[in-house]
Structures are given as C-alpha cells and as structure tokens.
C-alpha cells in the first residue's frame, strides 16, 4: 500500500518517488482501432493493453491475438467475434488492474474517453462488463505532462513520442504511428499492433530511466536544463567520491590522533618531535 499523499504534483516530486518507491509504478498503454469516424461504432475497439512493472521490467499483456487463440478463434474469423474477443481481453486486464488500484499508473495521453482509462471503461461497459476497476485520477501520471514540466512543453517536436524516439536512439522497428495501426488492424495483423504497444511500453521506461540519469536527450534548450542535467547526472558520483575522501581523511585522522596519544602518554613528546629516539639519555647509558 502506498503511503502519503496520493497526488504527484510535478516533474520533481515524479522522480523523488519513483526513485524512492519503483515497485509501486506500473506503465500501461493500449492500441485500438482508428480514434477517427471510420469505425463500425461509435468507440473505437481496444486490440492490446501492455502493462509493465518499473521496478521489474516485467511485462503482462492483454492482446486480440492471444485471447482469440485461447477461444479457438482463428484469424480470419476474429473481426466476427470481435465483441467476444473484447470483452474477455478487457476483464483480463481489469483482472490483473483490480488489486493493484493503489499503485501509480504512468501512461502516454490517455486522458479522456476518446483516448484513456474512460475510453477502456467505456468499451467494457458496452459489451456487458459490469466490474471494471477504476484506478483513481490521482494514481495516473502522464508521462507527456511529466517531461513538459521537467524540460519545457518543446522538450520535443510533433508527434512527441516518435520524435523523442529520434533522438534517443532511433525509431524501434515495431513502432507504428496510428495510422499504421488502423491499416493493420484492416488486415487483421494483431500481433503487429500488439508488437507496437509493448515496443512503445519498453521506450516510456528507458525515457523516464534516462530522464532519473541526466541522459534524455530532448530538443529543450536554455542553461537551466543543462544545469539539471549535469547535476543529476554528476550527483550520485559526487555523493559517492565525497563519502570515498571523507572515510580516508577520518581513517587519517584517528591514526593520527592514536600516534599522538601513545607517544605523549609515554612522556617521549618533546623526543619525538625534534626528531630524537624516545628515551635517547638511557638507551646511550645501555651501549
């Protein structure tokens, strides 16, 4: 259960959290047929949802392909039962989602019922399910909002995600943009859409693990993000060295301060500091 406040305010408080806490932040995202309306109904259908584990990196998925496979579907008979499909796909998820509402969900503009959480509770509410588990405003971070807050609202051109991909290492090969998406759902290629979902899944927590290190390279400019990124790249080995010299000077120090000691307790003080044998006048009477 976490504990404290429920709300993250912004971009500093995200990553105090994140760092503190990763096993209580799930990453989700989902892929559904065009947003436009060219669709057979009024919402578009859900075909995948990926869900993964920040502190992990493991991955659930929820996709058409593999429900359809358990129902004894086969491909070409999928868009037929597609409601079927759906509505098992959508109870897996709130399944999974049900006991873990406490946590915090880092998403990609899933903010409304055209895109988002009410777009998913919609869908199941259509085809019969009654038991979605709603994961509280609080609890979802848009991982859009975050990096604006952090780097400025141009940390990255139009569209944001697959430019940010660009400059971090380039587009996966899986991605797909959305209208790519709507052309494979048309050709019932499940498997390519839910591919796209968990590629763009893998980019949302290497962006937020690059953004922890100082290491995400945006489009940003102005010496206020240089300075945030040099610090929190520099930071954790600052700490680290500090503690290293400040160990050996204490090392130093109570060595030191031991030699002293033994030395004056043994009344060879002035001996030993001009440089002459401790008890020079009886070790000469000895020879």
Known sequence: MVSGNM????????????????????????????????????SPRITSIGVTHFATEQTVSFSTHAIAEEM???????QRNFDAVERKLLHHFYGFIRDRRD??????NMRNLTYGFEHLEHRYRILGGSDAAVIPVERRIN????????????????????????MNGGVHRNFLTGEE????????????????TLCKLGFFSSVIRKAMAG????????????LDRIFESRLAKLIGFSSSVLAVLAVVWSSGSFVFNVYTNSGG???????????????????
């Open 269 to 287: 003080e002035t001996d030993f500091v001009k440089g002459a044998p401790l008890n020079s006048s009886k070790a000469s009477s000895d020879q």
């Open 103 to 108: 946590k915090y969900w880092v998403h990609w």
């Open 215 to 226: 290491k995400l390279r945006t489009a940003s400019r102005g010496f206020g993000i240089l």
């Open 181 to 196: 998406e709507l052309q494979a759902f048309k050709n019932n290629e499940f498997i390519r859409m839910h591919n796209s």
């Open 72 to 78: 004894g579907i086969a491909r070409e008979d999928v």
């Open 143 to 166: 991982l859009n909002d975050i990096l604006s807050d952090k780097y400025g609202s141009n940390y990255a051109g139009h569209p944001k995600m697959k430019n940010l991909m660009e």
């Open 7 to 42: 709300t993250i305010a912004n971009s500093k408080e995200f990553f105090l959290r994140i760092k503190k806490d990763p096993e209580n932040f799930y990453i989700v995202h989902y892929s559904c047929q065009s947003l436009n309306d060219d669709n057979e109904g009024l």
